[in-house]
């Protein structure tokens, strides 16, 4: 039984490796799916895949609602195929329902992009938890590298903490944000401005270029004052029109020089290392929440133990306790 | 054996409730070790304690280093105590070590404070993990309340994540903001401006009363673009002077207003069942890590596991299982 289903994960990864469209996306189908025996079969494809992961430039786009995110990709991303490289966009949206009008849900924020041969648009999985969400985009991350996607865009929703979660999956974490007034920097939550290695002033073009020029040096004159993420690597401020195409060559220069510079100086192996090491231990709790919730007898023990500590009759410590001796027993 | 620990601690329990200073101390010691025996008896402790717990008011007090806090808290506590109000300070620094110079470490941060027989100074606990430090530092606040004090305020330390872990386990969550230039508004993470209940803007007196004036209706305004944390209770904003002895007495009319809002409306029972609740949940994943780390077998297997993730060889969520897996079965 379980020889079978590793020769039809074989085949199955032969076509994902070959770049085949649909067996992409039902791959990543199969890896959000939440069915025990699905999980079980995205396990399989996923070892057999994971030696062709990992070579993809992996870049965060973060940004608040309106900073011009789905402009900035679509034009970003049409401009890499033009080089030939093949783009892959994920998206990391907690909010977001399939029902819903989610963030990519129909692709048509990214109309030019989305029908374009040589780039991959997958919306955010639906879940009520980041953390759900975020494991899950994860391995579509590593699905759409096996695919041969050599530049992955992994998009956040820009309000909550998905920008934590998305930075601890990307090599470069870029920031847009758009020439608002001057109280533009205060919109900006402080440890998003910290994660940034890149900042791009969007809309940098007609009535905004001036504003967007004073933005330009605010970000600048604002991340000078904060610690370096890695030393010697200041991040760069650059100005982009996605309309009149300013700036786009400019920026991806800017990522590839800075991804380069992560290679060579180590850090971008040991970025990637910790992001394995804070995922692995983070599954650990999430599979323990899994089997916790799957197993009728545990699930019943939790919520009778949580009810006790909400009641105030029971120790938050102690209860947690009993429920692990439990499940270590079960 | 049990029994006779039961004993022992039930006279232990009795001479805390009677506000017994030293086994007050003992007690918050027995929690803060990490020895199984010594957390079995916390355990005991506690659950004999519990239905004494729960009557101060919380208070959370945070702020950037050189907001205040310490000078404020020593003017605000012996206000209390002056009010015949028994007043515990405790604190929550995850860079805090027991040989340092921990932040309340030797309490000469607060001299007449720590001299006042109405009110205990208890430092941070020491601890790798903020984790760590919150759970101890909750349990600590378990025992003061045990103990007859009647207000309670836990201190940040001002950076890091630790105000996020205070605000978890405090009623009113109070920020400190020292009147800078014009620009100290973004010198504070937007998220603990989400979450103060209050503001009080410190050091409102001599060459910087002009200055407080500014800061205080820059901060009234930036709160009102926010979404308020409960709906019908705006946070105030208060000008205080430590020195000056002005505003103090005010401060706590505030803070006890607010609470008693916050009791009237369902809301403190609610946020105190949430607590609670994401209290249990993070003690179930500690309970898994410490059980983790304190088996051989285990702790062998966890390393082995990492590595292999680390190194690109396996796959965090299947390792997690395995890892799992192995616990249930040991």
Not at 51 to 69: C, D, E, Q, V, W
Request: aromatic content about 4%; glycine content about 10%; hydrophobic content about 45%.
């Amino acid at each position: 039984m379980r020889e079978r289903k590793v020769k039809a994960g074989d085949a199955f990864a032969a076509a994902l490796r070959s770049g085949d469209r649909r067996a992409l996306a039902r791959a990543i189908t199969l890896v959000e799916s939440t069915r025990i025996r699905d999980r079980d079969a995205a396990e399989i494809l996923l070892a057999a895949l994971l030696p062709n992961t990992g070579r993809a430039i992996r870049l965060g786009i973060s940004g608040a609602p309106g900073a011009g995110k789905s402009t900035f990709i679509e034009a970003f991303g049409t401009y890499l195929t033009g080089l030939g490289r093949r783009v892959a966009v994920l998206a990391v949206d907690p909010s977001s329902r399939r029902s819903g009008g989610s963030i990519l849900g129909d692709k048509t924020r990214m109309e030019k992009l989305a029908r374009d041969p040589l780039a991959f648009i997958r919306p955010s999985p639906s879940g009520a938890t980041l953390g759900g969400v975020a494991r899950r985009t994860r391995e579509a991350l590593l699905l759409v590298e096996a695919a041969g996607y050599d530049t992955v865009m992994v998009e956040t929703v820009g309000v909550g903490q998905s920008e934590t979660a998305v930075a601890d999956m990307v090599d470069v974490f870029v920031l847009l944000v758009s020439p608002g007034g001057g109280d533009d920097l205060q919109g900006i939550k402080r440890g998003v401005m910290e994660m940034a290695d890149m900042v791009l002033v969007t809309k940098a073009d007609g009535d905004l270029a001036t504003a967007a020029n004073r933005a330009a040096s605010d970000y600048q004159a604002a991340l000078h004052l904060m610690r370096p993420k890695y030393s010697g690597l200041s991040p760069n401020v650059l100005k982009v029109s996605a309309v009149a195409g300013h700036g786009v060559a400019e920026a991806w220069s800017a990522m590839t020089a800075f991804h380069q510079d992560l290679a060579a100086t180590g850090h971008l192996n040991a970025l990637r290392e910790d992001q394995a090491r804070r995922w692995f231990w983070s599954e650990i709790q999430a599979v323990l929440n899994d089997e916790i919730v799957a197993d009728p007898h545990m699930a019943a023990k939790a919520a009778g133990l949580e009810a006790s500590v909400v009641q105030g009759r029971a120790l938050p410590h102690a209860a947690a306790r009993a429920l692990i001796r439990d499940f270590r027993r079960a």
